[in-house]
């Protein structure tokens, strides 16, 4: 907690009970703050305070920032009253704690995607002024050549705008298909499906690998997530330029 929050509120924010059942808890002296029994739900709990529920350690963090290996098939969006979201793979107290996206990656894309409480971190990870670097590895149909890989580095025109130089760097091609990694810095809509395209390639399958700094976990699979290191977070703050 960067700041004193209200016990009754806390509780709330965790997931652990609603207002009312928390000011409950409290009156049945289930919890405690720093080893003395809270005795009124407005109490405020200081940072860093170590809180406990009949005897149980609490996870008061309220500051989360959590690496996503997304699987296809999921939309990355806080809801949908359709479709499932990746917010579905977490525990509900990340979706009270307002953990959320930062970007996006299409339905049918995998790999890194960031979520985190600190919408001002995410706002200067997604500026392009901090010039973050996405790297993605594509399938794609056909042989990748050297103009290619040239159009790529260039910038290719479209309708709505002229996409930065990219970095192509053929991986593997066999028979008619190609296996590349692509570095872009910035994130329009579709954005590498539509540079293969405009190229004569279609993307068959497209992963995200990494995020600034921040490189997908291999031992993480499809739909597992963990939450960052002290020293990844300080990555992603010295990449954008904060805190």
Not at 146 to 158: D, E, K, L, N, Y
Not at 181 to 209: D, I, N, P, Y
Request: hydrophobic residues 40%.
């Amino acid at each position: 907690m960067a700041e004193s929050t209200r016990i009754d509120r806390l509780m709330s924010m965790l997931s652990l009970a609603t207002r009312s059942q928390a000011k409950s808890m409290v009156k049945d002296g289930r919890v405690e703050i720093n080893g003395q029994t809270a005795t009124d739900s407005s109490q405020y709990a200081p940072p860093g305070a170590v809180i406990t529920l009949d005897g149980n350690v609490i996870d008061a963090r309220l500051d989360r920032h959590v690496m996503m290996n997304k699987p296809a098939g999921l939309l990355t969006a806080a809801r949908d009253s359709q479709q499932k979201t990746i917010m579905d793979l977490l525990p509900p107290v990340y979706t009270s704690l307002q953990c959320m996206p930062v970007g996006r990656l299409d339905k049918d894309t995998e790999g890194l995607i960031l979520l985190t409480t600190d919408g001002q971190l995410a706002h200067r990870l997604l500026s392009p002024k901090q010039d973050v670097a996405k790297v993605y590895r594509a399938r794609v149909t056909g042989k990748i050549d050297a103009g290619t890989v040239q159009r790529f580095r260039t910038g290719i025109s479209f309708k709505e705008f002229v996409s930065l130089p990219a970095e192509l760097e053929i991986e593997v091609i066999t028979g008619e298909l190609s296996v590349a990694k692509v570095t872009v810095r910035e994130g329009k809509f579709h954005q590498v499906k539509r540079m293969f395209s405009a190229c004569g390639h279609e993307v068959l399958s497209l992963r995200r690998l990494s995020f600034g700094p921040l490189e997908l976990d291999e031992a993480l699979a499809p739909g597992d997530w963990r939450e960052l290191s002290d020293e990844e977070i300080d990555a992603l703050r010295e990449t954008a330029d904060y805190g």
